[in-house]
């Protein structure tokens, strides 16, 4: 019995075993550091996303504004809170929760709306909270309006000077590993938890659902505000923290909701190494295409991921897991 | 146990259930007849809670569920099967009915693992045990309805409601999953309300009472080989009788 609690945990080794050789070789090989943190980046965002999209079966094409305010509460709390005598690191930490925070606010008023449709209309709902959000800010100038907030000096003044750079150049990006991890952890903990299973059944039928005693709207909201408060984590740790500024039309970019879309799809939705194997696809991908062809990488990745799209609809590991079911590898792979 | 008083559903101008009361008791068999368009599947929604009565209350036990939500029915013990089988696809069979286990019964806390093991039994007896770790999605139509009842059933309800419970199906399908359904209701004291558009054999089989819908209300309520020699019903399938 205790085995098998533990087994049905396996298939983090392999998610894990992913992260570390990532980690490992940006450590070790020279000048691999920037690209392995931008993959990083990518199978944090991919494994938050897959948390609402790949567990719900919902788009929502707002997501970027979860990781938006989440870089915004960084980058507040480190404007504001600098100057607190012997805060130190402390304002990176109370960066990560306002960031949690905001995110989970906005989640819960974007969810309380927008979970009462289905299908495409919850995802036409969702399609200008991010572009509402910048206007917001850009319009009624909070939190530094259009021009932002740039706060490497306050970030030095916490911290050091030495230490600063390091956080920005370094720690971010283990700080984007380790909310991947988690990412991952909490992913299998709901798959095994009833959290799951509700999930996966109203993926498949939310009127079935419904009558099988399944309170969907709750369980759609748990998912959408965990996913978006990991969000909120990596837009605080890998946007704001990493390039100390924030700048309302970079960070309510669409291009990035569509970038989470593509990853989760291509590495299968829900399932728990789908998006890790998305994110170094189509970052590995993204990064030669703009080598060799610089400019038409777009032009040439498009075709190529439709094409992807439609041979694997349910996503490469979407695939192995039906192939793997049952044998030994089956074990480790969801 | 199921008390139905003065309901009346319309979806616009149209009354789609006009004032049906009806009482099913527990451990009964009712099927409920009607030709098409005549309310039953309205009536199964207003019963399972997809839509809300307009008028009139729905009393579960006693207590009136006429507004609860349906995820709030299925645990105190309102079960039902779709007219088109729709077990959840990409699950197995085994996590379909632990669905059924861990979100339908009335004990409130079902595991994970508990729900597993009632899955298993049920499945077995339904006998779909070779089957437990195919996708439901690949089963046949026959193995997903299986499927669907072996769901209902790890509920536990205490009233299970069958939605063109045969439509579609071969007669010696039919005839098995019918014994099935009335061997199981009958030790586990199940109520079940079968709706079929025909007075099908295997609904006359097994129904002890039957109910006829026509246009929304209901025409007769009788034990069953009553029903079928009432002239009201013979109308209703055949037209007027001729005269002279």
Redo the contacts between chains.
Sequence with gaps: MKDSKIAKYYPLIPVCATYLALFIIGESVPGMWQLVAMLAFYCAIGQAFNIFLGMTGYVDFGYVAFMGVGAYGMALSVERLHMVEGIGMGVVFLGLLLAVVLAMLLSLAVGAVALRLRGAYFAIATIGVNEGFRYLIEGTKIWGGSEGIVFYGQLAKALGRETASQVSTYWADVFVFVIAFMAACITIVYM???IG??L??L???E??????????TKYKIIAFITSASVAGLIGAAGWALKLTNVFPPQVFEIHYTVECIIIVLLGGA?TLLGPPIGALVYGLAKYWLSVIIPGFQLFVFAPIILVVIVVFPEGIMGLLK?RW??TGLGRFIE | MLKLEDVTKRFGGLIAVNRVSLEIKRGEFVGIVGPNGSGKTTLFNVISGVYYPDKGKVLFEDRDISYFPPYKRAPLGIGRTFQIPRPFGSATVRENVAVGAMFGTMRDKVGVDESMVIADEVIERVGLQEHRNKQAGTLTPVEKKLTEIARALAMKPKLLLMDEAMAGMHPNDIDQMVSLVKTIAKQENIAVVAMVEHIMRAVVGMAEKVIVLHQGAKIVDAPTQEALHDPKVIEVYLGHPPER
Excluded: C, L, P, Q
């Excluded at chain 1, 009127?207 to 969907?216: E, R, S, Y």
């Design positions: 095994r938890s009833k299973y509700a996966t059944a993926r498949e039928d009127d079935a659902a419904k009558v099988m005693g399944i309170n969907v829900g039906r079911r049952g």
